[in-house]
Structure formats: C-alpha cells, structure tokens
C-alpha cells in the first residue's frame, strides 16, 4: 500500500486520506518551468501534474532541490512566484504567493 504523496504535513490526529487542502485540485499535465536565482538565472523544466487556485505540485525528470521562493511560468501565462512547500523524490509542492482564479488548468 502506497501512501499519499500529501501525507508529510499531515500530523498523527488527521486521518490518513483526509485532504486538507484549502482548494480543490484539478489535473493539468502541462509544461512549465521553476525560474529562480538573483544574479544567474536558473530554470527548471517541469511537468504541471494538478493545481488548484492556490497551488500547484509539479514533477521533474529527475530529483532536485529547488529554493523556497521561486517563479512558476507556464507558456501563454503570466508568471507566478510560489514557495515550496514539500518536495519527495522528482515531486514538488509549490504554494502560491498571491493566489488568484486557475486560468492555466482551464486552457
């Protein structure tokens, strides 16, 4: 039995499966990119697995470590920054910093 990949802000009283999302996700699988760094930018390319008006879990072909801030751009949308807040193995999980209505789910 595999467990969720949600699981490890979950604390010992919450029921495993019980989701604790504030919104609801909806299944994307689109190309992106995580963008990040100062004075040489970095970007990662990405795969949009779901996303929600508040956040977003992509995956990268291999494992990485990413920063806690970084920007999320997807083609044909503005970008997004985003803070990290889980990753486990080439899966990570990305908060949005100013959510706002889920337009690239939709096109």
């Known amino acids: 039995m595999t467990e969720s990949i949600f699981t490890p802000d979950q604390d010992s009283s919450t029921p495993k499966g019980i989701e604790r999302r504030r919104d609801p996700r909806a299944q994307v699988l689109k190309a992106a990119k995580m963008v990040y760094g ?3 930018k970095t970007a990662i390319n990405c795969t949009l697995v779901d996303a929600s ?3 977003v879990r992509v995956e ?3 494992m990485i470590q990413v920063p806690e ?3 999320l751009q997807v083609p044909g949308q503005a970008a997004r920054w985003a803070r990290r ?3 486990i193995g080439n899966q990570i ?5 100013n959510p706002r209505p889920l337009d690239f789910a939709l096109n």
């Open 69 to 71: 801030k970084l920007q």
């Open 38 to 40: 100062n004075f040489h």
């Open 93 to 97: 999980g990305l908060e949005f910093i």
């Open 53 to 55: 008006e508040s956040g």
């Open 60 to 62: 990268t072909g291999v």
């Open 85 to 87: 807040r889980w990753a």
